[in-house]
């Protein structure tokens, strides 16, 4: 028999001693103890162990007595009463569900809560099923104290599921079996044995035996409740981490921040996060690859119930000088009926070649189009760049694709083509150019030097007469401008910074001329009326250019706004150079009371008649290459048809044959191939069409009034069509088909350029390492994912640690058998601590039986000296106490040890 058992019998025994002395009875303990039972659970807890972290107490409710000199008892460690930690009735209702979660609590029967309903027999189906059987339950055993209630840990053990059979809540909650057989009836399988003695026959085996005393160590063990509180928040936890890493990713801050960031959020007052023990590298990558596959999986979703798709597609070269292509894809919204663009991949072009050509970006497209179950045939319209190996003739990456989709409709990106013709016109007039070269050195003149910064800024103060403050810098940072020909606004904006401070400009330039060439030659070729009237001309052109660009760049943009856009720009450009709008300004800022009047400039007749002919060949060049970048392509005209503006009225005589001719190039674009569909049907389908398409003309005005994102009735009417096509598709299902088909054709390839952008802010010098696969999910979270605190945002989380629960077991916990984890706790370890050096005898639990014959009477001589006595049974209660702890300990940092050992990555 173990010292550990005879340490909790002896408390029990001492105990029932006092009871006796006090009321001078000379009854045996253990009938004492059969009185209780039948006198059932007391009402009125009269005595109690007071159990915290340092001290442990026996009290009284009418005296405080402690004695103990030799402590001797059998191995039943169940015999202990641990009152203070029983259960309340709304906890023991909570265990009842909790241990069966799936079943009707109306159908479950036990004694707190039939006490609670009013309950006294079972349902009349199951009387009914009752009623073949030979032995029936009796109803009234779980009211017995006798046979239900435990004194031992104050809770009603048996629970009767009807349709089932019974229960014990005790043996079930700990999964005992039966150490013989392996056993697992009234735990795991409900007892079909309907009998009395068949319930105190339980009650008296070792299996319930040792239930109790798992009960009464998890009870009395601090970290047993520590493990308690942690199972009940490792859910909220969870969704605490992977919102942090949400945040981050989606902020674009690095993911090697979270763990500071996790300890930063636990330091003020976020203590459960310590439970988190996922912390390393590769625990923090499958997070991040789960949040980005869950907003992955949404757009896929949404994508496999679209109708067609276009994709918009470009590559780049990161900080790694890897080749990279990004893919966005623009698509209609099945749940909102919009046209959006989101993110679709990025991908490493050179990983399995050798050369980024059209093949190259064919086969890699193919792949991951296959990877994420994308049906190439639904792809509508490619928007790229422009360059030879996107959309060449013979062998470009859109040639390729037509080969696989014949009705592709292939797009160069229209703010690629703006800018071409820009620099077209700035290439064929040389003083433009010349213009553009001067703005390019002007700042790097002042961008390498901070001596000559500090100069201009000093002039800037002189020339606007204000303090210089952090303010003014700021500004004059800003407005100095690099002029690039890549970037589509930076010539605008520097031009725009050189006309608000070209005085305070020439001035630095000619202040440090004498010590400095580049200066000198800048202040020659800027201090003359010629470049300062091209900078006026300038300065009234890349606006209106400027803003047909930022109209390109929107979200959304639909080619029926493509022409429209292109020849108001024109005729505002027509209108400057007609009125001589900039000669005109310039002649009023030289004189001497104008903005120019420091620089003493002097417009002579043939500088004037210089500059005019430069604004008008500029402007006839800029409208010549617009036309010409912007050919008329003839399945978007054709579509064209759709706008009910220009359909004849019902009464004409045009009004029967208009359309037809752009129908029959619709068709022999998207149905030419498909045998089922003949031209007499869409041409019978638009005749039908046409006059729902009137109706909607008086419509159109408010309509468009109401939302700004639309600029042509032709992009509304596409919406409409959509918007009701389970109507249209019973009218005309082709033309509606074609409708989603229209607008999913992207024109701008302006998303992908956003997207080179954010790998470059992703994808640092600090962080060039980062893996393919995990800058696919940073960018797919940092672009496509909801706005934090949203409730999108909480679905998004909350999808993914299910999709990371349910992945794998993540607590890797030692396969060993009992007698292995007691050889290896008694065994001290050669780096052992010492408290792995303590030598702890654990109560047998499932080969040991209690051993009657070994009860010893308490000496009444041993008792004497209540002092001695108190400090027994308070070292005894803490020995009990320490044992649990010690264990609970070892086996928490062995699992901990192996919870989270996932190896460090890349």
């Not at 919009?338 to 792949?367: K, R, Y």
Request: glycine share 4%; with cysteine.
């Amino acid at each position: 028999m173990s010292q550990f058992g005879k340490h909790c019998r002896a408390i029990m025994d001492i105990r029932s001693f006092f009871r006796k002395r006090q009321a001078g009875e000379d009854s045996d303990p253990t009938e004492e103890s059969s009185a209780k039972m039948q006198k059932g659970p007391p009402t009125d807890v009269t005595e109690e162990f007071d159990i915290n972290e340092n001290v442990v107490n026996v009290t009284n409710s009418t005296t405080r007595q402690s004695t103990c000199s030799s402590l001797s008892a059998p191995d039943n460690v169940s015999s202990l009463n641990l009152s203070s930690n029983a259960l309340s009735p709304e906890a023991h209702k909570l265990l009842i569900e909790q241990q069966f979660p799936n079943i009707d609590i109306s159908k479950i029967h036990n004694y707190s809560l039939c006490n609670s309903r009013g309950c006294s027999s079972f349902s009349t189906e199951e009387k009914r099923r009752q009623s073949t059987l030979k032995e029936k339950f009796d109803h009234s055993w779980l009211n017995s104290n006798k046979l239900s209630y435990c004194q031992t840990t104050r809770l009603w053990n048996f629970t009767f599921i009807e349709g089932d059979g019974l229960y014990c809540i005790l043996c079930k909650k700990h999964d005992m079996k039966n150490p013989r057989n392996k056993s697992s009836v009234f735990s795991q399988e409900a007892s079909k044995r309907f009998r009395k003695g068949t319930l105190y026959d339980h009650i008296k085996c070792q299996k319930h035996q040792d239930a109790k005393s798992s009960e009464v160590l998890n009870r009395v063990s601090v970290f047993q409740k520590e493990i308690e509180h942690k199972e009940s928040v490792n859910q909220e936890i969870l969704y605490q981490v992977f919102y942090s890493f949400f945040f981050l990713a989606k902020e674009s801050i690095a993911n090697c921040k979270i763990v500071q960031f996790l300890k930063f959020i636990e330091h003020i007052g976020l203590n459960d996060l310590k439970y988190f023990t996922h912390r390393s590298v590769q625990s923090r990558r499958d997070i991040l690859l789960k949040l980005s596959d869950t907003v992955q999986n949404n757009l896929l979703e949404k994508l496999h119930s679209a109708t067609s798709y276009g994709l918009l597609i470009d590559d780049m070269s990161d900080v790694a000088t890897i080749e990279q292509m990004i893919c966005y894809v623009q698509y209609v919204d099945p749940d909102s009926n919009e046209v959006n663009t989101d993110f679709l991949f990025i991908c490493n072009l050179l990983e399995n070649s050798d050369s980024a050509n059209s093949q190259t970006l064919f086969d890699v497209l193919c792949m991951k189009l296959n990877e994420l179950q994308m049906d190439v045939k639904k792809i509508s319209g490619l928007c790229t760049d422009g360059a030879s190996v996107m959309v060449g003739k013979k062998d470009g990456l859109a040639s390729k694709l037509k080969k696989e989709n014949s009705s592709l409709i292939a797009v160069h990106c229209i703010c690629h083509r703006l800018a071409l013709a820009c620099t077209d016109t700035n290439v064929k007039l040389k003083s433009i150019g010349n213009v553009e070269q001067i703005m390019l050195q002007l700042w790097k003149l002042f961008h390498y030097s901070p001596k000559k910064m500090a100069l201009f800024l000093k002039h800037l103060q002189n020339y606007r007469n204000l303090i210089i403050n952090t303010s003014i810098e700021e500004k004059c940072c800003k407005i100095l401008k690099k002029a690039c020909k890549t970037r589509w606004l930076s010539f605008d904006a520097s031009i725009q910074a050189v006309w608000e401070e070209l005085v305070p400009v020439v001035q630095t330039l000619s202040a440090i001329s004498e010590s400095d060439a580049t200066a000198y030659g800048l202040l020659k070729r800027m201090n003359c009326t010629i470049f300062v009237g091209i900078v006026y001309i300038l300065k009234e052109i890349l606006p209106v250019l400027a803003r047909v660009s930022k109209i390109f760049q929107r979200g959304y943009f639909n080619f029926s706004s493509i022409q429209p856009t292109l020849e108001c720009a024109q005729g505002e450009l027509q209108h400057i150079s007609d009125n001589l709008t900039p000669i005109k300004n310039l002649e009023k800022d030289i004189q001497s009371d104008g903005r120019l009047g420091l620089l003493a400039l002097e417009l002579k007749d043939g500088t004037k008649t210089n500059l005019q002919h430069t604004l008008e060949n500029y402007v006839q060049s800029l409208i010549d290459n617009i036309s010409k970048r912007f050919p008329d392509v003839a399945i978007l005209s054709a579509l064209g048809i759709f706008n009910p503006v220009i359909i004849p009225d019902k009464k004409s005589t045009e009004f029967m044959n208009y359309g037809a001719s752009s129908i029959e190039t619709i068709f022999a674009h998207f149905y030419s191939n498909d045998e089922d569909i003949t031209i007499d049907e869409c041409l019978a389908e638009w005749n039908l069409l046409k006059y729902h398409l009137i109706k909607m003309k008086p419509d159109i005005p408010s309509q468009c009034e109401l939302d700004s994102q639309l600029r042509t009735s032709t992009e509304w009417c596409l919406r409409q069509i959509v918007l009701k096509r389970h109507e249209y598709k019973h009218v005309c299902p082709h033309l509606a088909n074609i409708a989603e088909i229209v607008l999913t054709v992207p024109v701008s390839n302006a998303w992908p350029e956003r997207g080179c952008s954010k790998v470059k802010i992703i994808k640092t010098d600090l962080r060039n390492r980062l893996k393919n696969d995990v800058l696919n999910g940073l960018m797919m979270i940092s672009i496509n994912g909801p706005q934090t605190c949203s409730h999108e945002c909480d679905k998004v989380v909350n999808d993914s640690v299910k999709l990371w629960l349910g992945e794998k077991n993540r607590r890797k916990l030692p396969s060993k058998n009992k007698g292995q984890v007691e050889m290896e706790m008694n065994k001290p370890s050669a780096h052992a601590t010492p408290i792995d050096n303590v030598q702890i005898q654990l109560p047998t639990v499932h080969n040991e039986k209690p051993d009657n014959n070994s009860e010893l009477e308490p000496n009444p001589n041993a008792y004497d000296d209540p002092e001695l006595n108190e400090r027994e049974i308070e070292k005894t209660l803490l020995q009990l106490k320490i044992v649990r702890s010690l264990i609970e300990a070892k086996t928490c940092r062995e699992a901990e040890s192996d919870s989270d050992s996932d190896t460090e990555f890349l």
